[in-house]
C-alpha cells in the first residue's frame, strides 16, 4: 500500500490566489499552508501573485470629480452639476449625519489636545519639509486653543463638505469640511477633518498618515493639520489657515482644491481621500 | 444607522436616507467604474446612473444586501457601456491622478514620484488589458476588497467561478507586470538583492 506523500499535492493557481485571501476552507487552507512551506516553486507563485494583488490594491482611491444625486421627482430629466451647488443637499446631510454630532461631542467633552508645534511636525517629518511647501495653521495653537477652535465652531454647521467611507470597513469615515466655499484671499479658513473609525488614538498627523494640500493649477501646498481626540475617541484635526500667510504661487485668487488623503495606518495600504472646491477671490 | 435602515426609509420615499446612501457608496462605485471603463467621465455617468436605478427600484429591494445590490446594477451598466462600444478598452492617457495630488506627499522625491505615477499606470493598464469578466472580478475584489461570496453575489456567478476569475486575472496582470522589472522586481529578485 503505497504511502501518503509527505507534501500535499502542488496547489492550482486558484487555490494559491484564494489562499492569499483566506477564501479557501481550513482544511484546504492548511493543505496549502504546508505545501508551500516546503515547496520554494510554489512560494514564488505565491509571492508573485501577493505582489501583483497588493500592485493594484495599492492604486489610489480616487474622489469622483462630480457629486451624485436624485432627481427631485421620479423620472424626472436630471443632470449634471458641479459639485458646489448641486452637492448642497448632500453637504447639508453630510453635516447633519457626521459634522454637527461629532463637533457637539466634542464641544461637550473636554477634548484632550495632543499635537506638537509646527517646527515638532516638521522635525519629525523630515520628508514633508523637502519638495513641497508646507504651512501651519495659526500660530502654535496650544491645546486650549485648538480646543476653544473647535469649540467655537460647535455651534456653526460646515458648508463645504466631503466624506469618503472606506469600502473594507464600513465604519470607517474620511470627513473633511471647511467653514465656507468661498474666501478673500486675505481671509482666514477653518478646516476640519475627522478620521472616523481609525484604528490608531493618535492626535499626530503623521502618525495618522493624514495629509492635507491645497491645489491650483497642479501646483500644491501643504497644510499641516494639528489634531485633537474628541470625546468619543474620533481623531479631528484641522484648523484655522491665515490665508495670506500661504506660500501660494501666481495669482492668488482662484480656483481651488482641498484634499485629505488617509493611508489608514493599520498596514493595509488603503488610501480614503476626501476633496473639496474651495474659491479664493480678491487680489 | 445602518444600510439596512437607510435602504427602509428609503424604500418609503425618504431622499435624504437614500442620499446617506450615496455618500457612502459614491467613492467605491466610481472607483470600480473608473478601474472598469477607464474615463474619469465614464466612470461618473455609470455611478450616477447606478444611483438613479437604484434609487427607482429601491422599492423591489427586499432581503439582498443593499451594497451588493448597487454594485450588480453598476456592473450591468459597465457591460451595457462596452456592448455599446463606448471607448471600448482604451485608457485614455489624461491625467487621471489629478484627484490624488496630495498621495505626492507621501513621496516628495521626485523620482520616486515619478516611480509611483509610473507604476500606478503599468497597473491600471495591466488592468485594461484583461478580459471584463476577469476584469470586474480583480477590481471588486483588489480595488473594493469585496470578500468572494460578495463578488459572487454581485456576478451572479459561482464561488468557484469567482476564484478563477481572480486568478487568472491576477495571472494575467502579473505577467505584464513582469515585463517591468525595473519598476516590479520579482520577489524572489528583491529578496537576492536584499541578502547581498
Known sequence: MPSEP????????????????????????????????GCQSCQARLDGLRQTANAVRALPMETPRRTFTIPAQRRQAWRWAPVGWVGSAAVALLVIAFGIQNL?????????????????????????????????????????????????????????????????????RLVLDTDSASYSTNGKMRVTIQLEGSPSSSANSADQGLTLTLVHNGVGVALNPVGVISGNGTPIFGGWYELPSLPLSGPRAGDYRLTATWVVPDGSGRVLQAAVAVQLTGS | MDDRDLVGLARGGDQEAFTQLIVQYQV??????????????????????????????????????????????????????FRRGRRYGVMPEEDQTGNVVGLGIATPDPQERAEANERNRLVRQSIEALEHDMRIAIVLRDVNGMAYDEIASVLRVPLGTVKSRIARARAQVQERLRQHPDLFPSPSTREDAHAE
Open chain 1, 104 to 172: 457637539h461631542l466634542l464641544a461637550g467633552s473636554g477634548s484632550t489636545a495632543t499635537a506638537g508645534s509646527s517646527a515638532n511636525y516638521s522635525a519629525r517629518n523630515p520628508q514633508r519639509a523637502t519638495g513641497v511647501r508646507a504651512a501651519s495653521p495659526l500660530a502654535s495653537p496650544a491645546a486650549s486653543a485648538l480646543d476653544q477652535q473647535f469649540n467655537a465652531q460647535a455651534g456653526t454647521a460646515p458648508v463645504n463638505a466631503s466624506t469618503v467611507a472606506d469600502p473594507t470597513n464600513g465604519s470607517r
Open chain 1, 6 to 37: 509527505r507534501i500535499p499535492t502542488e496547489p492550482l493557481l486558484e487555490e494559491l490566489s484564494a489562499y492569499l485571501d483566506h477564501e479557501l476552507d481550513a482544511s484546504a487552507q492548511a493543505r496549502v499552508a504546508e505545501h508551500v512551506a
Open chain 2, 28 to 81: 467605491p462605485l466610481y472607483n470600480m467604474a473608473l478601474r472598469m471603463v477607464g474615463g474619469p467621465d465614464d466612470a461618473a455617468d455609470i455611478a450616477q446612473e447606478a444611483f438613479l436605478r437604484a434609487w427607482e427600484k429601491i422599492r423591489t429591494l427586499r432581503d439582498a444586501p443593499f451594497k451588493s445590490w448597487l454594485f450588480q446594477i453598476a456592473a450591468n451598466l459597465c457591460y451595457d457601456h
